[in-house]
């Protein structure tokens, strides 16, 4: 949905251009956009970001409770610690970090590229091993989005 204002933001004018982070994106692109440039890709891992006194993946208690508003994520956190209580939870970067205290959770799951870019790497507690944490298809890519018929 939020794809789709941006578009139809493109196409009045309104904006000139939009960047979106790939994995997001529709199969299909709206007729009069271009994907127009692949922008240098960010780190594709996911990553813990942790109550204070955790330092990774392994030093959570049985039981620990950790946001992820992604099935992939879920499921493979639960393949590795089966132990684990997952909460679903949804919102902006900042919003789910502070989901950690509002909702008493140990840790939430996010993109290190969101924080990369986002400027909060410093909140990033653990890089999930890709042995553990597989992730997204063309996570960490962006794209920019323009009115055109061809790339630039």
Same mark, same amino acid.
């Given at each position: 949905?939020?794809?789709?204002?941006? #578009?139809?933001?493109?196409?009045?004018? #309104?904006? *000139?251009?939009?960047i979106h982070s790939v994995k997001d994106l529709p199969v299909q692109i709206t007729s009069g956009l271009v994907f127009a440039a692949y922008l240098k890709r960010e780190d594709p891992r996911d990553v813990l970001v942790l109550k204070e006194g955790y330092n990774d993946i392994n030093d959570l208690p049985q039981g620990a409770k950790i946001g992820t508003g992604s099935k992939r994520r879920m499921y493979q956190l639960?393949?590795?610690?089966?132990?684990?209580?997952?909460?679903?939870?949804?919102?902006?970067? *900042?919003?789910?970090?502070?989901?950690?205290?509002?909702?008493?959770?140990? &840790?939430?799951?996010?993109?290190?590229?969101?924080?990369?870019?986002?400027?909060?790497?410093?909140?990033?507690?653990?890089?999930?091993?890709?042995?553990?944490?597989?992730?997204?298809?063309?996570? &960490?890519a962006q794209i920019l989005h323009r009115i055109g018929r061809r790339p630039v």
């Open positions: 949905m939020f794809i789709k204002e941006i #578009e139809v933001a493109l196409l009045k004018g #309104e904006i *000139d251009l939009a639960i393949k590795y610690r089966p132990d684990l209580e997952i909460i679903p939870i949804r919102g902006n970067i *900042d919003t789910r970090i502070r989901k950690i205290e509002d909702e008493n959770l140990d &840790g939430v799951v996010l993109a290190a590229a969101g924080l990369n870019r986002a400027g909060l790497n410093n909140h990033i507690s653990y890089h999930l091993p890709i042995d553990i944490m597989i992730p997204a298809p063309a996570q &960490g």
